[in-house]
């Protein structure tokens, strides 16, 4: 059975200050990791997908990284409007079908 | 645009009443996804669709009903016999088991609130 935790659960940022989420997963051949935004009352908002330990994408402050075990989801200089919950999700090679986990919940102060 | 749409965004269902959700995509995707989402829960999968008249249970499929008659469409019923259906359900879609492209994208979301 495919298994996703993240860590924090919820993170309190000082704008400007860099920080790191975790996705630790546990899956039988991973065939995708994704990571989502989740704003409050809002559907999850597709951000990456990694495939392979080693890959790594970017998008404005966000990088996301990912090993045999983990992934991470690094954000330099947030802002105010990077507050959001922080979604990861797994597909694994016996299913199409995203696992996800419980999330993390960012806010960032100005 | 391409994209999901779930409607309605907010429903009221009383006691022992049956509801319907509708989630409609223009994505060309053959799979298919119903998540609820409850606080610190993260999202569960209640039902799931990879081809049009074919559909499987997830792990909370107790109490709700599916149906896949389109490609396009694949609406969940809440029935009575759900017994906490107050919750906030998400559709999803993704291009499925025979594509490298496995991210699902997901619609606006239909808070349902038992009153």
């Known amino acids: 059975e495919d298994q996703v935790t993240q860590s924090p659960e919820a993170l309190r940022l000082q704008e400007g200050e860099s920080s790191s989420l975790n996705c630790s997963y546990t899956?039988?051949?991973?065939?995708?990791l994704f990571w989502y935004r989740q704003d409050p009352g809002k559907g999850p908002e597709f951000l990456f997908t990694?495939?392979?330990a080693g890959e790594e994408k970017e998008k404005e402050r966000l990088k996301a990284t990912l090993t045999k075990k983990e992934s991470f989801l690094h954000i330099t200089a947030p802002k105010p409007e990077d507050s959001a919950t922080y979604l990861c999700a797994v597909v694994s090679g016996g299913s199409y079908i995203p696992t996800f986990g419980r999330g993390t919940s960012l806010i960032v102060h100005p | 645009d391409g994209g999901i749409t779930q409607s309605p965004k907010y429903l009221f269902r009383k006691e022992g009443q049956n509801v319907t959700l509708s989630c409609e995509q223009n994505l060309n995707h053959d799979a298919m996804y119903w998540y609820r989402q409850d606080p610190g829960q993260g999202l569960r999968l209640i039902y799931y669709s990879q081809i049009v008249n074919d559909f499987q249970k997830g792990d909370i499929a107790e109490g709700y009903s599916v149906s896949r008659e389109k490609k396009e469409s694949f609406p969940l019923t809440v029935t009575s016999a759900q017994k906490n259906p107050t919750a906030f359900y998400l559709c999803?879609?993704?291009?499925?088991?025979?594509?490298?492209?496995?991210?699902?994208?997901f619609g606006q979301g239909t808070r349902l609130t038992v009153v």
């Open positions: 899956v039988s051949g991973l065939r995708g």
């Open positions: 990694l495939y392979s």
């Open positions: 999803a879609s993704s291009f499925g088991q025979l594509s490298v492209n496995t991210e699902a994208f």
